[in-house]
């Protein structure tokens, strides 16, 4: 089997360096509905993003489980004994949110147990760019739906973080996974990822769509499941760093001003970190 080696989205780059030793706590298995349960890390840290991956979404259908992300190739096994504590029917769908490897390097290990992979045809271009020798079998583009066991299982292409996102939404369950256009804890820098098509300006307006559904939990890529009224605080959080930066660019301020000015109004990087400030800024002059 090839190891998927996805780049951890340079979504980090420009983030404090990850101190201390390696995280052993594993990750929690966390009951959200009857049928839809988050794995999720313990602390949602910086270091536990590199050990264990980013959350996963199980669904229980009667034909199989469905996941959403794959965290890391590093705890595959106790991945698949959480989902085996809750059905003993295979894995049979891993739907990609995106393309980064603490939601995707998980992956290829699952397809080899027979699960099919699905991606966004954009979010699998990306793999291609990266030149990575393992790739998803099944894409899509704009929207899809899947049925599995009875239950309906929607797929919406929406760019933000990268080019092509996949937001997947559990209407029976009124539950959305949403990868990493949301992540909200403090310690995990907010940015998209310029260099695979993310954009802030469709951040915003990803965001916005994700509201217009009829939803109660949401799935982030990192951190605790939200509900709407979460949800909706952490999309004005992001509108306003991005407006905060427009108007900051406008007046002629440098990226190491601009950083400076978000760390104390919206815990920003650490001390002489710009993160996606650069980038932001010729998007958004």
């Known amino acids: 089997m090839t190891v998927l080696l996805l780049p951890i989205a340079a979504a980090l780059a420009g983030a404090p360096p990850v101190a201390g030793p390696a ?9 959200i509905r009857d049928d839809v349960y988050t794995i999720q890390n313990t602390n949602s840290t910086l270091a536990e993003l590199g050990a264990f991956g980013g959350n996963v979404t199980v669904y229980l259908t009667d034909e ?10 590093k705890v595959h096994d106790d991945l698949v004994a959480k989902v085996r504590t809750l059905t003993d029917k295979p894995i049979k769908y891993v739907i990609l949110t995106h393309n980064h490897g603490d939601h995707a ?6 397809a080899a147990k027979g699960a099919t992979v699905i991606i966004s045809r954009g979010d699998r271009d990306n793999i291609v760019r990266a030149k990575q ?3 998803p079998e099944v894409t899509y583009t704009g929207r899809a739906d899947l049925f599995v066991g009875g239950k309906e299982i929607q797929l919406r292409e929406i760019k933000g973080h990268t080019r092509a996102d996949t937001v997947v939404y559990l209407p029976a369950a009124r539950v ?17 990822n310029y260099p695979d098509g993310g954009s802030w300006t469709e951040w915003v307006n990803a965001l916005d769509a994700i509201a217009t559904l009829d939803f109660e939990f949401l799935v982030q890529g990192h951190g605790p499941v939200l509900t709407k009224p979460e949800f909706a605080a952490f999309r004005e ?3 306003a760093i991005r407006e905060r930066v427009r108007a900051l660019t406008a007046q002629g301020k440098t990226a190491e001003e601009i950083a400076a000015t978000l760390r104390p109004e919206f815990t920003w990087p650490a001390e002489g970190r710009t993160g996606n400030v650069p980038d932001m800024m010729k998007e958004l002059q």
């Open 23 to 31: 995280p052993t706590e594993l990750p929690k298995l966390i009951k």
């Open 105 to 110: 390097s998980g992956a290829p290990a699952l």
């Open 133 to 135: 020798a393992w790739l």
């Open 176 to 192: 959305v996974a949403v990868g990493d256009l949301a992540h909200n804890p403090l310690g995990i820098p907010l940015q998209v």
């Open 64 to 73: 199989g489980a469905v996941l959403v992300d794959s965290k890391n190739d």
């Open 237 to 239: 959080r992001v509108f």
